[in-house]
T-cell receptor, first 111, second 115 residues
């Protein structure tokens, strides 16, 4: 099945640093979603994007829906220890409801 | 409390022994889905259901069955499990399947090991 290209695969950062990750696809989406998965739990929605060019914030998180509809990025400012986890992007195709998922970005904060 | 529940949370079984993982949601959601999560592959959809008695294959349906006899329940059945079905499984639900990108609520996961 189709997957989104999500990068980087993992990130090792210092507390307080800003974080940036992105997803790209060869297909056009009408919705982009960003989820976070804490260890031992299911993914939880962080931000949903519905329009090309849309820039949406949720606290220290900011995500954008690319103009071409084929990409999206997520930024986290001033990272804190509880930001540790796996971040997933997901896109929804125009033709049906099925979500297409990225492979995830694992965020690790160095002590 | 609005939630998606899965049982069991952990399961070790042997090849060929039929098993069922239950999923239940108390939010009156129309849409339910099963995913498996494997390292480096993210989430891959196994089956989904847009309403009672309506189920469809996702990306990786081979070796799995589902049923949707009631709105709240969506069990995942492995008739003859094999070691390549060792994985972390998530059930998810959302209010409708209208295509509006509505958020999916995920269960806590079921970690399955097939020996």
């Amino acid at each position: 099945g189709q997957q989104l290209n999500q990068s980087p695969q993992s990130m090792f950062i210092q507390e307080g640093e800003d974080v940036s990750m992105n997803c790209t696809s060869s297909s056009i989406f009408n919705t982009w979603l960003w989820y976070k998965q804490d260890p031992g739990e299911g993914p939880v929605l962080l931000i949903a994007l519905y329009k090309a060019g849309e820039l949406t914030s949720n606290g220290r998180l900011t995500a954008q829906f690319g103009i071409t509809r084929k990409d999206s990025f997520l930024n986290i400012s001033a990272s804190i220890p509880s930001d540790v986890g796996i971040y997933f992007c997901a896109g929804q195709l125009n033709s049906n409801y099925q979500l297409i998922w990225g492979a995830g970005t694992k965020l690790i904060i160095k002590p | 409390e609005a939630q998606v529940t899965q049982n069991p949370r952990y399961l070790i079984t042997v090849t060929g022994k039929k098993l069922t993982v239950t999923c239940s949601q108390n939010m009156n959601h129309e849409y339910m889905s099963w995913y498996r999560q494997d390292p480096g592959l993210g989430l891959r959809q196994i089956y989904y259901s847009m309403n009672v008695e309506a189920t469809d294959k996702g990306d990786v349906p081979e070796g799995y069955k589902v049923s949707r006899k009631e709105k709240r329940n969506f069990p995942l059945i492995l008739e003859s499990p094999s070691p390549n079905q060792t994985s972390l499984y998530f059930c998810a639900s959302s209010l409708s399947a209208s295509g509006g990108g509505e958020t999916q609520y995920f269960g806590p996961g079921t970690r399955l090991l097939v020996l």
